[in-house]
Nanobody
Framework: QVQLVESGGGLAQAGGSLRLSCAASGRTFISSVMGWFRQAPGKEREFVAAISWSGGRPTYADSVKDRFTISRDNAKNTVYLQMNSLQPEDTSVYYC????????????WGQGTQVTVSS
């Protein structure tokens, strides 16, 4: 079992920044992948970014590339999402997710944290 707890959401103005954190506990592995997803009202959940515990190049959705940065602190079992140049269309509930490897589906999810960007 893996437990994920997100924090750091809130309200920002357009052009501003927020940093989300996701603390993982339980059975994590060096091959594990942590991802961030988001879901806006009336829309499907979409991929934002992902990073593996072992390193390697992170992946990003085109809509957030060059504005968002995903990073990890293995000692703290925590993944971060630094969000810069926020836009109103970034308003969503953000979820972190865990999968055992890049070949398995995301099967653990956090409770979500609201990010609201005002224009």
């Amino acid at each position: 079992q893996v437990q994920l707890v997100e924090s750091g959401g809130g309200l920002a103005q357009a052009g501003g920044s927020l940093r989300l954190s996701c603390a993982a506990s339980g059975r994590t592995f060096i091959s594990s992948v942590m991802g961030w997803f988001r879901q806006a009202p009336g829309k499907e959940r979409e991929f934002v970014a992902a990073i593996s515990w072992s390193g390697g190049r992170p992946t990003y959705a085109d809509s957030v590339k060059d504005r968002f940065t995903i990073s990890r602190d293995n000692a703290k079992n925590t993944v971060y999402l630094q969000m810069n140049s926020l836009q109103p269309e970034d308003t969503s509930v953000y979820y972190c997710a865990f999968r055992t490897s890049s070949n398995t589906p995301y099967n653990y999810w956090g409770q979500g944290t609201q990010v609201t960007v005002s224009s």
